[in-house]
């Protein structure tokens, strides 16, 4: 690159043309004019089209500054709803796992007092088959025993005794000795 500057301003000392190290009144004067002649076609053509895409682009980042801050607002709003539902939801699940818990403690009281009816029939029940069991066995016993008596005392009287009216002695007599003991 430093060598073709340096041809050029070799050049022009030479008594070549004027390069661009070398100026001279009339290289000014033309550098001027041009530069005006291009501002001018620049200032009547190309710039107002820059300034227009500009304030149209301007516009475009004001329009899209605006929606972006109602959409963030928007948005905080729906953040807000959201935080209020969770709230209320938290709530409303924390009833519901308290109610459910009083309907189980409800359900378990109903059960065991449920089961303990149950229990209690099934022990008078019992109470009650043994209470006959032990009346069928105490008249099997007295059957037996007056059986017994009348086969004994027919042994010791000689001979058998047999009648209603023996049996019925018999009963009597059981009948006051259990009364006694």
């Known amino acids: 690159m430093i060598i073709p500057l340096l041809l050029l301003s070799t050049e022009a000392a030479e008594g070549g043309l004027p390069g661009p190290f070398n100026p001279t009144p009339a290289l000014a004067v033309w550098t001027v004019v041009v530069f005006a002649v291009v501002l ?4 009547k053509q190309l710039f107002p089209v820059i300034v227009r895409a ?21 948005a905080q709003a729906a953040l807000e709803e959201q935080r209020k ?16 818990r009083q309907a189980a403690e409800r359900e378990r ?3 065991v007092e449920k089961t303990r009816a149950e229990q209690d029939e099934m022990l008078a029940r ?11 066995a105490v008249a099997e016993l007295r059957r037996e025993a007056v059986d017994l008596a009348i086969a004994a005392a027919g042994k010791v009287v000689g001979q058998s005794l047999d009648s209603a009216a023996d049996r019925k002695l018999v009963e009597e007599y ?8």
Do not use: C, N, P, W
């Not at 539902?85 to 924390?94: C, D, K, Q, V, W």
């Not at 059981?174 to 003991?181: D, F, I, R, Y």
């Open 126 to 136: 019992a109470r009650r088959e043994i209470e006959a069991e032990k009346g069928r």
């Open 85 to 100: 539902l969770l709230a209320g939801s938290r709530g409303e699940a924390t009833a519901m796992l308290a109610e459910a």
């Open 109 to 111: 009281t109903l059960a």
């Open 174 to 181: 059981l009948a006051t000795v259990g009364k006694t003991s």
């Open 54 to 74: 500009t304030a149209d682009r301007e516009e475009t980042i004001r329009l899209q500054l605006a929606e972006a801050k109602q959409m963030h607002a928007d």
């Open 40 to 43: 001018f076609i620049l200032a």
